[in-house]
């Protein structure tokens, strides 16, 4: 386990996403109300930054790019979405939001694959 | 004795062979440079850019041949290619920044892709059709991405890293080595020893006749446009540099060692010549229809023409060195490039004073008048041979005999035979 430190519980307001960089990696944290969630800070349909494009409403984080959709708390696909967020492990203590490092997240986004249509 | 013509003795042909001339409507005719655009720019091979340009994954370039618009993109496997620059939906132009990064994402598109801004539809760096918006609602599945790539275009990175296109997938060339035939060896081993880098870029929209421009570069009798070259640059073994053709129309222009000492203001450039270059040494080589390497010891110049009309050309002007330059070097390198090339060096905007005066005078609808290229002087310098070989190869391509371009094309003995037989 390697917990990092991410960021104070009163930075990310409810219902709300913020951007956090630990270490070099991009870590978009969530505020879903009663807790807070952790996912790579990029779309999983064509990597665009969430922080531009999300929108936060209804428990639910939409990108406005495509209106890609997932359930905040479990990262499940909503409407159009076909993938599901990746989701680190988080924990709150002592006012701070701490994240599971072991190893970044990414999305496999096939670029080079000449099947992927 | 020698007098003025009247109109019927300045319009007959001179006393040369249909080689030695041409009709000036060449130079300004509407629908002959319409031709010229469908006959010889769709299907020759383009130096478009360098690729030092582009240096980065996702680095783009956009320009134009022929009026077709089209983006070289590097990839993530640092490839350049080359596609036509239109979305294959609704025609919209893709791209309109004449260069950049798709790094990022448009306000329309996403990171990592070309995006036309009108429907949103999204290509890889591959041309691969990667994002239909709305596809399933609208088409069903009566229209696949891999139906709706972009049109891929024949591209190779060749000769110190000048990235080539070339519009006609049927070309008989299948490489640009063959399509140099020869013309590039001389400069190879100088330009292909180690990357080089653009350190100078500038272009001008100059009033004539793109083939007016080419042809200075040809044509070394204009020295006494440049008052410089006179009065310091002339020796024996400068008359003697060979004029030297090759196949499809190109030609190379013989070195010799310039003694720069001799140039008020100049330093020697033999510290710093391109690998494998004699020191001081000067190469040119002016490639049909309308490209000029031009390797002054230390320093690379290229133009490109992009003819926008029959008397209007877009020339794109590039200096290069060597990546490998430290900040001293480069900067000798910009001095020696600026000092004779640059817009405000000694002999660039002479050349182009010339050039405009010409345009002035064969602009569309003026009168035919003959353009003299006659003068046979051993094929050194001084030689008009240059742009015989080069309007020889223009009346092949256009089927047109640049004399007469009324009439077809003749191959050169047959242009003689007819001259001898009209003269009897």
Known sequence: MSWKTVCSTDEVGEHSIKLFDVDGVSILVANVGDGFRAYPPVCPHMEEPLIESGICANGQLTCTKHLWQWDMRTGEPKGPAEKCMLLYEVKAENGQVLVNLEQELEYDFDEDDDDDY | ?424
Request: glycine letters at 6%; one cysteine or more.
């Open chain 2, 1 to 424: 004795m020698a007098r003025s013509r009247n109109h019927e003795e300045w319009t007959k042909p001179p006393p040369f062979t249909q080689d030695e001339y041409v009709d000036s409507r060449i130079y300004s005719d509407e629908d002959i440079f319409e031709e010229e655009l469908d006959k010889i720019f769709k299907k020759a091979w383009i130096p478009v850019c360098h690729e030092s340009e582009m240096p980065n994954a996702y680095d783009f370039r956009t320009v134009t041949i022929a009026r077709e618009p089209i983006v070289m993109t590097r990839g993530k496997d640092m490839k350049v290619r080359a596609f036509l620059n239109v979305c294959p939906h609704r025609g919209n132009m893709i791209e309109r920044r004449p260069s950049g990064s798709f790094l990022e994402g448009s306000p329309s598109g996403n990171p990592r892709h070309m995006t036309c801004m009108f429907h949103a539809w999204q290509f890889d760096m591959k041309g691969r059709c990667v994002y239909i918006s709305r596809q399933e609602e609208g088409y069903q599945d009566r229209l696949k991405k891999q139906q709706v790539g972009l049109r891929e275009l024949k591209c190779e990175v060749y000769f110190g890293g000048f990235v080539w296109v070339c519009l006609d997938d049927n070309t008989p060339f299948e490489t640009v080595e063959q399509w140099s035939a020869g013309s590039l060896e001389c400069l190879k081993p100088s330009l292909d020893e180690e990357p080089l880098e653009v350190f100078h870029y500038h272009k001008a929209i100059i009033p004539c006749n793109y083939k007016l421009w080419h042809d200075t570069n040809c044509e070394f009798y204009h020295d006494y446009l440049h008052y410089h070259n006179r009065i310091t640059g002339f020796n024996d073994s400068y008359f003697a540099r060979k004029n030297m053709g090759f196949d499809n129309g190109h030609i190379n222009v013989g070195s010799f060692e310039v003694n720069y000492d001799n140039y008020e203001g100049f330093d020697s450039r033999a510290a710093i010549s391109f690998p494998h270059l004699p020191p001081n040494h000067w190469y040119m080589i002016d490639m049909f229809p309308g490209v000029n390497f031009n390797l002054r010891g230390s320093s690379l110049r290229c133009d490109l023409m992009t003819p926008l009309g029959p008397d209007k050309v877009m020339i794109e002007f590039r200096g290069l060195g060597l990546k490998s330059d430290d900040e001293a070097t480069r900067q000798s390198r910009i001095e020696h490039h600026n000092s004779i090339w640059g817009p405000f060096g000694r002999n660039l905007h002479e050349d182009l004073l010339a050039v405009t005066g010409q345009g002035a005078s064969m602009h569309p609808r003026a009168e035919r008048r003959q353009i003299l290229h006659g003068r046979h002087e051993n094929e050194t310098i001084h030689d008009e041979n240059g742009m015989r070989h080069f309007y020889e190869e223009w009346g092949r391509w256009m089927d047109r005999l640049p004399a007469d371009p009324d009439q077809p094309f003749l191959e050169g003995d047959n242009i003689k035979k007819a001259a001898v037989a009209a003269a009897t």
